[in-house]
């Protein structure tokens, strides 16, 4: 049972392009939810997919958008990217309806924007 | 608005001693809270959790105790030991929520 595995590990990019970030979930898990981690802050929530729907959102503007594919892995894109968006991306995956006790998080991506 | 708090973004203890980390929240409506651990190029790691209809979980060395009266819970590590040395993330949900809503992080630094 592989755990979850996110790619690439590190990327950088210029202001005003876009990326996609990816994410494999553990086997069995459903759902997957994806975080932004700025430097010396906690994970912020950024949005859940669950059966390839958007399932909640955090407070991030429509440039961060999700697809979530019928394998459960999944994808996180951002456009126009801005230096504010340079953070540690993570995401994380468990079977829907069980407790955060059995979510399991990735390595992270991290993204550096100049 | 912080929701989740960790007012202390550093923590130096002597191996063998307590750790306590502490994290206050400010919206009722949390009703799940977790610890987790992170270490370098890792992502966070699931420590320990408590419901708030207990007021203590102890898992081998750790223990999280939860004042609601207070808003506030504490992740004791006892004793600590230098592989503890990590960033501790306390977190807090609605139950079966679909979100986690996560403090600063406190850096514990055990020394040997």
């Known amino acids: 049972e592989t755990g979850v595995t996110q790619s690439p590990t590190h990327l950088i990019k210029t202001r005003g392009q876009q990326v996609t970030l990816r994410c494999s979930s553990q086997?069995?898990?459903?759902?997957v939810s994806w975080y932004q981690q700025a430097l010396g802050q906690g994970p912020q929530f950024i949005f859940q997919?669950?059966?390839?729907?958007?399932?909640g959102r955090g407070n991030f503007p429509p440039r961060f958008s999700g697809l979530q594919f019928p394998n459960y892995s999944s994808e996180l894109n951002v456009n126009a990217l801005e230096l504010d968006d340079s953070a540690l991306y993570l995401c994380?995956?468990?079977?829907?309806?069980?407790?955060?006790?059995?979510?399991?998080f990735g390595p992270g991506t991290r993204l550096t924007v100049l | 608005d912080q929701q989740v708090k960790q007012n202390s973004p550093s923590l130096s203890v002597q191996e063998g001693r307590i750790s306590i980390l502490n994290c206050d929240y400010t919206?009722?409506?949390?009703?799940?809270f977790l610890w987790y651990k992170k270490y370098p190029a890792e992502g966070p790691t699931f420590l320990i959790s408590?419901?708030?209809?207990?007021d203590k979980n102890e898992d081998g060395r750790f223990t999280v105790f939860l004042n609601k009266s207070a808003k506030h819970l504490s992740l004791h590590i006892v004793p600590s030991q230098p592989g503890d040395s990590a960033v501790y993330f306390c977190?807090?949900?609605?139950?079966?929520?679909?979100?986690?809503?996560f403090g600063a992080g406190t850096i514990l630094r055990v020394k040997s």
């Open positions: 408590i419901s708030s209809i207990k």
């Open positions: 997919y669950y059966r390839e729907e958007e399932n």
């Open positions: 086997s069995g898990h459903n759902t």
């Open positions: 977190a807090a949900s609605v139950t079966y929520g679909n979100k986690l809503v």
């Open positions: 919206n009722s409506m949390f009703d799940y």
């Open positions: 994380a995956s468990r079977e829907q309806g069980t407790t955060y006790n059995e979510q399991f």
